[in-house]
Antibody, heavy 122, light 107 residues
Framework: QLQLQESGPGLVKPSETLSLTCSVSGASINSHDHSWGWFRQAPGKGLEWLGNISDSGSTSYNPSLNSRVTISLDTSKNQFSLKLTSVTAADAAVYYC??????????????WGQGTLVTVSS | AIQMTQSPSSLSASVGDRVTITCRAS??????LAWYQQKPGKAPKLLIF???NLRTGVPLRFSGGGSGTDFTLTISSLQPEDFATYYCLQDYIFPPTFGQGTKVEIK
């Protein structure tokens, strides 16, 4: 059974870099039928897509993040990671990772990790 | 970015009611729209993909419809475990964008 688990610091200082990891079990992250995504949800708000990474390492990012985001794979650990630079209070949110699942020609994000809360404060 | 507008933002309904949520896109999406259910403190769960395809394991009381710019999620007979917030997500035109959510509450 595929499972995802986010981890990382729960508190980040303004202007610093937020770094999170998503550990995947039950499948290989470089399996050809998978790609992976990051999302976030500010307290009491809706969901926002941050970016995707494919099994080969190709990435796409939300333009609203102004090039502050980087997603990478670590195949040796079966993990993928999110880095968000120059954080502000607006980046405080629950961050989720998810598998992008394909049933051609459509896709969906399933399953999701449980989420990890990140607070931005000095 | 494509704007996704859900309506209503919230609704109150009773167990057994038929509930329909609408998602309208600012541009045509073909059928590349998904619906997610999120319960408080939990991660979203995929219900419907490709506008009308039920994800394996999702109860048959959930159904999706529509194409182009107007889509619906219908719960045919609301159950206690269905009280949650529902989001649509378009992944047809970059970047993927969510609707603002519809909170389904107990009447």
């Amino acid at each position: 059974q595929l499972q995802l688990q986010e981890s990382g610091p729960g508190l980040v200082k303004p202007s610093e870099t937020l770094s999170l990891t998503c550990s995947v079990s039950g499948a290989s992250i470089n399996s050809h039928d998978h790609s992976w995504g990051w999302f976030r949800q500010a307290p009491g708000k809706g969901l926002e897509w941050l970016g995707n990474i494919s099994d080969s390492g190709s990435t796409s990012y939300n333009p609203s993040l102004n090039s502050r985001v980087t997603i990478s794979l670590d195949t040796s650990k079966n993990q993928f990671s999110l880095k968000l630079t120059s954080v502000t209070a607006a980046d405080a949110a629950v961050y989720y990772c998810a598998r992008r699942w394909f049933e051609v020609p459509y896709s969906g994000f399933d399953p999701w990790g449980q989420g990890t809360l990140v607070t931005v404060s000095s | 970015a494509i704007q996704m507008t859900q309506s209503p933002s919230s609704l109150s309904a009773s167990v057994g009611d038929r509930v329909t949520i609408t998602c309208r896109a600012s541009q045509g999406l073909r059928n590349d729209l998904a619906w997610y259910q999120q319960k408080p403190g939990k991660a979203p769960k995929l219900l419907i993909f490709g506008a009308s395809n039920l994800r394996t394991g999702v109860p048959l009381r959930f159904s999706g419809g529509g194409s182009g710019t107007d889509f619906t999620l219908t719960i045919s007979s609301l159950q206690p475990e269905d009280f949650a917030t529902y989001y649509c997500l378009q992944d047809y035109i970059f970047p993927p964008t969510f609707g603002q959510g519809t909170k389904v509450e107990i009447k």
